[in-house]
């Protein structure tokens, strides 16, 4: 049955569990490939100036948004905000679509990762790495519509890993998310950290360093340079998309919410930080190995990971090692990340089926993988991925971001409540300035930003791409996740669902604004939880959840 | 490398290495339990619901 109705909601086994949960799920690819390079380019040292103030004014009071949301009113997405208020519910749902749509490329690049961790035993990539991963491996189409020349290697490394995925998914949140990443997280920091000492002893670390690190003061004054900052922040600890309030919805009900996210946050930059001085540190290698300057030999994203990476191995005292440490890091990151990603989509269709876990793991798992190895281990895949992944970014979670900070704290008017219940069970105690931060500082970025991506997808279009492409690929697959959302939205919830209002108690914190009743679902509201157990025999088990112990 | 940049590069690491050793040290410090406004109080021995509303 359903956790949601029949009084077994899972919880995390406690406080490090969720902790490395959460790290295991900010710490993805971003981290690696785009926040060094979003730093560089963005005024170097003089970016840690925009990067911590956006973390602390937008990324962990959003964070702490999402944990209370989920804390609060105990579900998946599209529960949750069924129970703020029926009208909500799509916004869940278009969460969970994100998820979904973001699970079906992710795993691709991690069957690439996995399978270069292999070629760095050999550096099967030869001398020309960007030819190789152009040609040799992917067969790199970029003008076809879409191609069903599959690249079998990789079709078959993308089934394990979507097999291994869906192995995790059924075990459940304890054994599953919460055992994979409580042993993968201090593998990852652990390699990285040795990945990122080699690297401070390679000839040139010095000269990426000082390109890393040296301030560009005059770029603050730059208003790109702070939208850079709040949009890293944003990307990199996965936030308002469902991922974190999913999560928050497994925890115990007496959790310290503003001290884990305040952790889980600058976990998430330490862990960045760490890896921009890792990658430079390569970089610099690199570049005093072609006798170029740093600038020349930088990049980001696939492009650093698949091309300029192995063509720094190739050169390096040990290479073959210090592949197997960057592919296998990537790796794991990667896949830790999308433990907590199937989650959103596997716990929305529990709580809206009333699925038995093992059967709504292995349902999405199929779900996710059949689109995956169809439209990506071809030769058009490279592009279809770009593609995706840029619109899913900019007309997705950029626009459910704003959206749903606008509709909680102006429509709905509940930040108040929802400040009152974070104050209610935490240490760090949240004051005017978290509602300030999320109902106008973070609205104006992320909807300035919004804009200025559409304006430019309509009038530039993308990476030069056909438009017929971008069209299928991003245009249309936006029209479908909305109208999939709503649609959803309409489907009927389980009889015995609670669907109005928090599930086991308000915590003493009554709605304050507008929204679903609370306790329409109880005879006697204003009775205690042991007084209800009392009077209807219900035993010590928890009302709607499982023992915590 | 420059002073400036070392200065700029210890900087940053303190900043972001020190705010997480902050976070953490204060959350090693506090209890789940007792945290918050709600001190001590057990939740099931409070009101389910303080003030249920009709749907507005």
Redesign the interface.
Known sequence: MSTAHKGGREVFAG?SMFIFAAIGSAIGLGNIWRFPYVSYDNG???F?FPY?IALLTAGVPVLILDYVLGHRFRGSAPLVWRRISPKTEAIGWVQVGITFIIAVYYCVILAWAAMYTWYSVRLSWTDDPEAFFLNTFLHADTESLNSVQFIWPIAIVLLVVWLALTAVMTLGIRKGMGGLSSIFVPILIVLFLILVVRALFLPGA?TG??AF???QWSSLLDPKVWMAAYGQIFYSLAIAFGIMMTQASYL?????LS??G??VG??N??FE?LAGIGVFATLGFMAANQGVPVDDVVSSGIGLAFIAFPTIINSMPGGPLFGILFFGSLFIAGFTSLVTIVEVVVSAVQDKFAMPRKRAAILVCIACAAPSLIFFPVTTGLATLDIVDKFVNVTGIVFIALTSIVVAGWGLKRFPELRAH????????LGVWWDFSLKILTPIVLGVTFVLEVLALVRDGYEGYAPSKIFVFGWLMAIILYVSAFLLSRVSWPSKTIV??PP????????TG???????H?DR??????Q??ERLGLGSA??GEMSED | MSTSTLIVMVLYLAVVWGLLALATWHLSKTADKNCGTLGDQDLDDMPQYAQPVAQR
């Open positions: 406080r170097g040292g003089a840690l911590v010095a360093l000082e690190f040296t301030p115990k009900r007496r959790s310290n001290g884990l305040a952790v600058l976990s930059s330490a930080v974070v104050n209610a069970v935490s240490s760090l105690q109005d209002g086991n108690g308000d915590f003493g914190i009554p709605l507008k929204g679903a009743p609370f306790g329409a109880l509201p204003h009775e205690t939880a042991n209800r157990r928890l009302h």
